[in-house]
């Protein structure tokens, strides 16, 4: 290849790379208090149960957020995982009605459980402690994006 040739296509390579980190990323996300985290879906039985467990780490940008049909009381524990958790419990809008912070792990029979005190139709869980170094408080109203079958 001819050298003005290769220079003109690294310089397209380079200018698509460019669009390409300014594009938003089509991965879920729910913001709590400016902060946003890509979640991974839990909208299954299968992948409800199985939750976070049996991970050594959870990047501080990440999170799962379970997905249930309808609201109603919760209560999730935190048998078989690794690391500590924040639960949030939100409502049918997205407003925090109930959490559990810093929830311990658990590789016993009996784990204690995390109910939420009033009803829930989706749990965020994200890494221990992040909730409070938010300011996160019942009430508050979260954002979210590119969730399947939800609109922001």
Not at 1 to 15: K, N, V
Not at 70 to 88: A, G, H, K, V
Not at 111 to 129: D, F, K, Q
Request: net charge positive; proline share 7%.
């Amino acid at each position: 290849m001819q050298p003005l040739a290769s220079l003109r296509l690294l310089i397209t390579a380079l200018a698509l790379a460019l669009l390409l980190v300014g594009c938003p990323s089509s991965e879920p996300w729910v913001e709590v208090k400016g902060k946003r985290f890509l979640v991974e879906i839990a909208d299954d039985d299968a992948s409800r149960a199985r939750g976070l467990m049996f991970r050594d780490h959870l990047p501080e940008n990440r999170g799962m957020l379970f997905i249930f049909r309808q609201e109603q009381p919760r209560s999730f524990w935190m048998r078989n995982t690794r690391i500590p958790l924040d639960i949030i419990y939100l409502d049918r809008d997205f407003r925090v009605v109930s959490m559990a912070l810093e929830a311990q792990p658990c590789r016993t029979r009996q784990c204690p459980t995390y109910p939420s005190r009033r009803p829930a139709m989706y749990v965020l869980e994200i890494n221990g402690g992040l909730a409070e170094q938010l300011g996160l408080a019942v009430g508050d109203q979260l954002s979210f994006g590119n969730i399947p079958g939800l609109s922001s």
